[in-house]
C-alpha cells in the first residue's frame, strides 16, 4: 500500500516522533537549550536547557499515542516508545553529525558544549543515550494519555507549579527575602539557584493537591455561585476587583525596583494595547503603523518638557500629558483619513506604511534640527506632584496603574455603548453596517483617534520613565508584539489585553536568556494560536455568555411569528 | 412609543436628511485625500526643478543612478512574483515572503563561502554561482512549502484576519530562527572575480554584477511568464486564481496547485537572493524584511495578481528609489536625501493602496457587495 | 402616491448589463413583489435603491427625495431598510446587539456621554434596550437576545434579520427572499407577518421572491424582470398569464395554482 511521505510523517509513531525531532533539533541549533542551561529548575537535577529535547519526546509519545485510536494499553504504550525513540534519534543524529562534520561553520551553537548537553554528558560516543532516554520519556507521554483527563489534570498542574516556580525562583527568592516567616519558607522550598529538591516536591503535591482538589469539587461550587442571585454577584465581582487592586497597590514596596520596572513596562503594553483593542478588537481596523501614536505621545511630552536644546517649552508633566494626548489622536486622525476605504491585508500594510515613514522621518537629519534625530531627545524631567518627585519605578508604577485604569474604565464604557456596538458591526460586515445606518467615516476615525489617544498616554509615561526619547525605540516590532499581545490575551477583550501583556511583555523581561528568542516564540505563539484557539487566552465576554445562554434559555414560542393579530 | 409596538410609529428627527454635516464630512475626506496627492505631486516637481537647475550632477551620474536602480529593481521585480502568485491563488498577502528571500540568500552564503575558500569560485565562476543559485532556490522553496503546510493551510478557510496575523507571526518566526540558527551578524558574500569591473554599453557604465542581474532577472521572469501561460501547472494556477471552488469542480487538485504557486514563487525569491547578494554582498536575518515590503509594493502597483505587472513594478519602482532622493529631495534643500530613500519607496506603497489599489496595470475589480 | 420610483435605471459591470433602463413605481404602502429567473437583476435593483453602488444612468427617488449619490447609511435614515439574500447577520453578535445595531440611527447617544455615562445615555439604551427586547419577542425570539447570531438556526436568524431591519423604523422594507430555505407553514406564517407589517405598521413592501405561492398571494403588484429589463408588470393576475412571463419561465414547473407544485 503506496502511502505518501506527507502523510507517513503525519500518522505513523516514528514518523511523528522524527517532526518532534526535528523540532528539538532545531531548538537546539537555535541556541535555546544552550541559552538556557544555566536556568536551573531543580537543583542539581534540572536545568531548563537541557529539558528541551527530552520534552518534545514527551510531547512525541503524547501525541502518537493519541492517534492509537482505541487500540490497546501495549500498542499505545508500544507507539509512545517508537515515537519517543524516533525523537531521541534525531537528537542522536545531531549529536553524531556534530562530531564528524564542522556544522559549527554554519550553525553558530553547534558547539562541542551544546553536543555535551544533548548527550548528557556523554559526548559523540554516546549518542545512543538520547534514543533510550526518549524512548522511555515518549513511553511515559504515551501512559499519560491513556490516564483519564481528571487523574491527569493534577499531575500536569503540579509539574507546571513545579516549572514555573522553578524558572521565577530569582524573583520569588527576591521577595522572600525579609522576615523569619518568609525566610524558613525560603530556606524549605529553594536552594541557591533554583528549587530545592524537598522544595519541588512540596510545590508538586500542593500544586497537585489544589488542582484535584478543584476538578472534584470546582463543579459543585461553580453551581453555587451561578445560583447566587445578580445583585449579590456584583458586590461579589466588585469584592473581587477591590482585592485585586489592594494587592496591585502593595505590589511595588514588596517587589523591589526591577520588579516593578517590569511592571511599569507591562503597564505601558497594557495602555497602548488598550488602544490597539480599540481599532483591531472592537472595530476590525488592523493597524500596523500603531507604534507611531505612542511615538508621538513620548516625543510631545519630550518637547513639551525637556530642559535641553530642543525643548519647546517648559511646561510641567501634567500640563504635558492633555496636550500629548491630544495630538496623538489628532495624529490618529490625520492618518487615518487616507486608509478609510482600504480594508484587510491591504489596510495592514498601508498603515505599516505610514509608521515607518513616520520612524524614517523622526530619525532622519532631515528632521534633526526640531526632533534631535538619531540621537533623540534628552534631559526629560521626572513629573512631581506638589515638590514630591515620581523618581523610582515604584512611582512611575502607581502612575501607570492609574492611567491603565482610567483608560480601561473608558474603554469599557465605549464598548457598551451605541459607538462600541457600531464598531463591532463594522468589525463584522462593514457594508451591512453601513446599510444600518452607520457613518462609517465618524465611526472609523473615532477608532483610530482614540486609539491613538490611548497610545499617546503610553508614550507619555515611557518618555518620563527613560528621561529620553530615541528614535530606535519606536520600531516595528512594538506594533507587532501591541498586536501579539491582543491576539494571544483574546481581541477585543480587556482582561485578555491584561493576560497578554504579562505573558509576552512581562515574562521575556523576566527570564532574560528568553530575551534572545522572544520574536522567535511570538512567532510561533501568533501561528499555533490561530490554529488552536484564535480566540485568545481569555475571550470577550460575548463568547463566555453564549456558552452560559443554553442553560438560561427558556423561550417560549407561540407560532413561528408573535403577531397580535392571527392570520386571517 | 406605544407599549406593545416596538416598532414606533412617530418618525425620528433623524430621518429628516441632515445632509450638510455630513457632506461636509465627506468632502473633507476627498478635500483631504486630494490634498495628500498634491503635496506629494508638489515634491516630486518642486524638487526635480531643483534639483535640474542647480545642475549639480552630470549626466553619467544619472546613468549610473538608473542601471543601479535597474538592477535593484529587477531584484525586487523577482520578489514581487512570489507575491503576486500567492495572492492570486489564495488571496492572501504571504507575509513571510520576505523571509523566504532571506532564507535563500543566507544559507546560500554558506555554500558560496566554502566555494570560495576552496577556489572554487574563482576558477569556475558559472557552475559555482549556479550551485549557489540551486541551493538558495532550494532552501527557499523548502521554507516557502513547509510555510504553507503548517502556518497557511489549516486556516485556509478562516476568516480575514486570521491567516495575516498567522503570515505575520511566521515572518518573525523565521526571521529569529535563522538569527538563532546562522547568528546575528552581517555576512560578507565572497567576491567573484570575473564579476569584478563594469563594461561600457553606448556610453553608459554598467557594472557586471548588475548586467548580471539584469539579464538573470529578464531570462527568469520570461521563463515564469511561459511557465504559467503554457504549461499544464501554470494554466490549473490561473484556474485557481480566477475560481478555486470551479477549478476544483473541473479535476484541479487545489492543494497541489498552491503548494506549486509557492514553490515557484519561492523559487523565484531565492534567485533574487542570490543576485541581491552580488549587488549588495551582505546579508543578514532581517534584510528580508524592506526588500520583501517593496516587493509587495512592486506587486500592488502592476496590479496584484498580475505577472508582467510585477516584474514592470519593480523596475519602476527600483528606478524612482534610486533616482528618487537625488532627484527630488536634494532639489528641495533635504540634507541626507539618502536617509529618505524608504520613504519615498513606502510613500509610493502608501499612494498605491489609497489611491490606485488594483494597481496600474491591474484590471479594475469591481467589489461585489452583496 | 409613489413612495419608490426609479426611472431609467441602469447599471452595468463590466460587459454585463445588469439592469436595463428600468422604471418601477411602488405604491405607499402595498406590498410589491420583483420576481424573475436569477440574474435578473433583482438584487441589483435593491443595491442600486440601498446606494450600495451608483447606477449608471437614471436615478431613484424616494419620496421626493433623489437617493443618487447617497451613501448607504444616508439611504437608512431617510426610512429604507432591507435584508439580505444570503443572511448577513454580524455573526459574532448576540441577537440583542444586533437589533440595537439596526437602532443606530435613532439613538441619541455620544460616546462622549457614553464614557461619562451621563443621564440621557443611560436612559436612551435602556430605553433601546427594552424596545429590541420588544421587537425580539415580535419576530418570535422572546429570550433568545443572549445567544451568538452565528448559533441560531436557520429560520431565526432569517426572522433576526428582520428584526434588524425593523429596528430603524423604516418606511419601506426591502426583503430579498425572505421565505427562502422555509417549509410550507413557515411560509404561510411570513406571509401573514408580512401583510401584518403593511396593514398595522403602513410599512410599505419590496420583495424578491422565489416562490410563487408568496407572490400571488400577498402581492398588490408584481414586477417581472428578465436580464435586467421589465418584461411585465400588474397585478399578480395579469402577470401570471402574460405569455413572455410565461416564456422567460419556460422549463421550470409551470407556476400559478397551488396544486401544480405552486413555486418556480
Redesign the interface.
Known sequence: MRVSA?RWLGDSPVGTGLIWGAVAV?VA????VEAFAERRIIAGVVALGPALPFLAALGAGYHAARRAGGRGALAVLGRGVGAGAATGLAVAGLVAAGGVLNLR?????ASPALFSLLSLGLGPAGGFLPILVGAAVGMGGAASSLVSDRARRPVVTGLVAVLVIGLFQEMLQLMLAEGWIQSALRELLFAPDALSRAGSVVVFFVAAGASAAWTYRGERVRQQLMRVPPPQRRLLKLLGLGVGLAVMLVVPLVAGPFLSHVLVLVGLYVLMGLGLNLEVGYA?L?D?GFVAFFAIGAYTVGLLTSTGGLGVAQLSFWAAVPIAVLVSLAAGVILG??????R???L???T???G??VR??V????L?PWLGGSQGLLTIPKPSIGGFELRGPEHLFYLTLASSALVAF?AA??R???????W??VR??E????????????VKL?AYGLGAAFAGVGGAIFAVMLGSVFPHSFQLLIS?NV??LI?VGGMGSMPGVVVGSLFLVGLPELLREFA?????V??????LM??LR?EGLWPTA??R??LH?GE??????????????H?? | MSRGDPLGSSPSHLERPARRSWVEKLEFVSLFLWAFRVAVILVVIVGTYGTVSAGQYPGPVWADLVVFGLAQGSVYALIALGYTMVYGVLGMINFAHGEVFMSGAYTAYFVADALARSGSLDRHPLWSLLVVAVVSMATSTAVAVLLERVAYRPLRHAPRLVPLIAAIGASFFLQYAFRGLYGSGFKAYPEVAVLKGEWVLAGIRILRTQAVVLVASVLMMLGLYVFVMRSKVGTAMRAVSEDREVAALMGVDVNRVVVVTFAVGAAMAGAAGVLYALVFKQVHFFMGFVPGIKAFTAAVLGGIGNIPGAMLGGLFLGIVESVGPILFLDGLGIVAPYQLKDVIAFTMLVMVLIFRPSGILGERLTVKKA | MAVLASRNLTRRFGGLVALNQLDLEVEKESIHSVIGPNGAGKTTFFNLVTGFYPPDEGEVVFNDVSLNGLTPDRVTRLGIARTYQNIRLFANMTALENILVGMHPHLTSTWIGAVLNTAATRRDEEAATAAAVELLAFVGLKGRGDLLAKNLPYGEQRRLEIARALASRPTLLLLDEPTAGMNPRETIEMMAFIRHLRDERGITVLLIEHQMRVVMGISDRVTVLHYGTKIAEGSPSQVQSDTQVVEAYLGRTKWGRPENGGHA
Open positions: 506527507g532545531f541549533l537555535a541556541g535555546m561553520a554554519v550553525f553558530v551553537n476590525g488592523l500596523l483619513v487616507p486608509v478609510l476605504r482600504i484587510g491585508d491591504y495592514a500594510i498601508a505599516l506604511g505610514f515607518e515613514i524614517l522621518l530619525l532622519s537629519d532631515f534633526r473608558v464604557r465605549l457598551d455603548s451605541r459607538l462600541g456596538r457600531a463591532m458591526a463584522e460586515d457594508d451591512v453596517a453601513e446599510a444600518m445606518g452607520i457613518n462609517l467615516v465618524n473615532l507587532i498586536l501579539a491576539i534572545d528568542f522572544r520574536f522567535l511570538y512567532g510561533a505563539a501568533l501561528v490561530m490554529q484564535p460575548a463568547i455568555r453564549e445562554a438560561e434559555m427558556g423561550a417560549s414560542r407561540q407560532g413561528a411569528w408573535a403577531t397580535t393579530r392570520p386571517g
